[in-house]
């Protein structure tokens, strides 16, 4: 409800049903459910358009969008959304903004698993996460170095803690290919992910799949062939804009940038799920 007030905040046009739902991660008749409770109880109208909009009263309540929020490039909603579509798993959208890697948006069908401990924010658990992985692999070799001596934390048995074997994989990502964790966070849920470049081949967002791990080892080819070719969609298709550079992302007391090792002026925007 908390989540639905903040959407409705953040759109002058308003919202119809069926974007609420999606945003949310929900199924339609759960968002009518919800938007239907905010009629009754004055907090939002019912426009003749079927947008629905908070009230006057209502916007006195909710915070103003932050300043820090994440900016995401026009269109990437929609991106998610197909990924979901194409492969029926839960899906997130990860952005780099003010020092932090965060997972602004995400989709999945009421009753999919989600990771336990996913928060909305990527930071000490990157090396454990597909999504935080390829946040990583855009630090130059300084900058992962000082995040491997704050110590690789364990969270599984099959949690990457040796460096060497986390910059083996990065490098790897870094050369195209795609990011994993296999029961690395949480047991029996695995993930993978893959950057979406601009026009220029500099990354400004992730895009990422969570499943179990039965999945994971039945479906992972045809599901990684989803992943790269929406990620394509959103790159090519899209031509999505870049995100300022953000010098502070993964080390907010270091100060060190995120970028990949191409850039010269530009950063990524590249963790609890915000809209599911």
């Known amino acids: 409800m908390l989540r639905l007030l903040t959407y409705l905040a953040e759109s002058d046009a308003g919202l119809r049903a069926d974007a609420v739902a999606a945003r949310l991660g929900k199924s339609p008749s759960t968002a009518y459910n919800l938007l239907d409770t905010l009629v009754r109880e004055g907090f939002v109208v019912h426009g003749a358009d079927g947008a629905y909009r908070l009230t006057a009263d209502a916007n006195a309540l909710v915070p103003p969008v932050s300043a820090t929020a994440a900016r995401l490039p026009t269109g990437l909603d929609g991106i998610l959304d197909t990924l979901f579509e194409r492969t029926h798993k839960r899906v997130y959208l990860a952005a780099a903004q003010s020092g932090r890697v965060i997972i602004p948006l995400a989709r ?11 928060g909305a924010r990527i930071g ?22 000082r995040y491997a001596r704050a110590g690789l934390r364990a969270f599984t048995p099959k949690t990457i803690t040796d460096p060497d074997r986390l910059r083996t994989q990065l490098a790897a990502i870094r050369g195209g290919a795609v990011a994993f964790d296999a029961e690395e966070f949480r047991e029996d849920f695995c993930c993978l992910a893959a950057p979406v470049l601009n026009v220029r081949g500099q990354a400004v967002a992730a895009l990422g799949i969570s499943m179990s791990a039965r999945c994971f080892e039945l479906e992972r080819a045809e599901l990684t062939e989803a992943l790269c070719e929406v990620a394509l969609q959103a790159s090519v298709v899209l031509g999505v804009p870049e995100i300022p550079e953000d010098r502070r992302v993964l080390e907010p007391r270091a100060g060190a940038n995120l970028r990949s090792a191409t850039a010269t002026s530009s950063d990524i925007s590249i963790g609890e799920e915000v809209a599911s």
Do not use: C, F
């Not at 999945?108 to 996913?118: A, K, S």
């Open 108 to 118: 999945g069908r009421q009753g999919m698993p989600r990771i336990p401990g996913l």
């Open 124 to 145: 000490e658990n990157a090396h454990a996460l597909a999504l935080g992985k390829v946040a990583l692999s855009l630090l130059d070799d300084a900058g992962i170095d």
